[in-house]
Nanobody, 115 residues
Framework: QVRLVESGGGSVQPGGSLRLSCATSGINFSIHAMRWYGQAPGQQRELVASILSNGTTDYGDSVKGRFTISRNNGRSTVYLQMNSLKPEDTAVYYC?????????WGQGTRVTVSS
């Protein structure tokens, strides 16, 4: 059974930082690309960052230079370090893996950036 559990969200002032974690189970984590998506209120879910099994990363234009995705294969966990947060980063963040041609999602963790 594939399971993804996000944590680390919260409320922060503009310019602050948060570190999201996504612990996985039920997959051979080290061979799969992992992704973080964000869904702002009233908006569609959008890809924020991705990391391949070889560590290659990619980012959405709005977060380049501020967010960093990383992975710990020993812990089957993917992270999203979020720095210089802006109010427009407010969203529920989900981690995602495509496994056997199916997308799996966690329950999401909410990030609120407000003064």
């Amino acid at each position: 059974q594939v399971r993804l559990v996000e944590s680390g969200g919260g409320s922060v002032q503009p310019g602050g930082s948060l570190r999201l974690s996504c612990a996985t189970s039920g997959i051979n984590f080290s061979i799969h690309a992992m992704r973080w998506y964000g869904q702002a209120p009233g908006q569609q879910r959008e890809l924020v960052a991705s990391i391949l099994s070889n560590g290659t990363t990619d980012y959405g234009d709005s977060v380049k230079g501020r967010f960093t995705i990383s992975r710990n294969n020993g812990r089957s966990t993917v992270y999203l370090q979020m720095n210089s947060l802006k109010p427009e980063d407010t969203a529920v963040y989900y981690c995602n893996v495509r496994y056997k041609a199916r997308d799996y999602w966690g329950q999401g963790t909410r990030v609120t950036v407000s003064s």
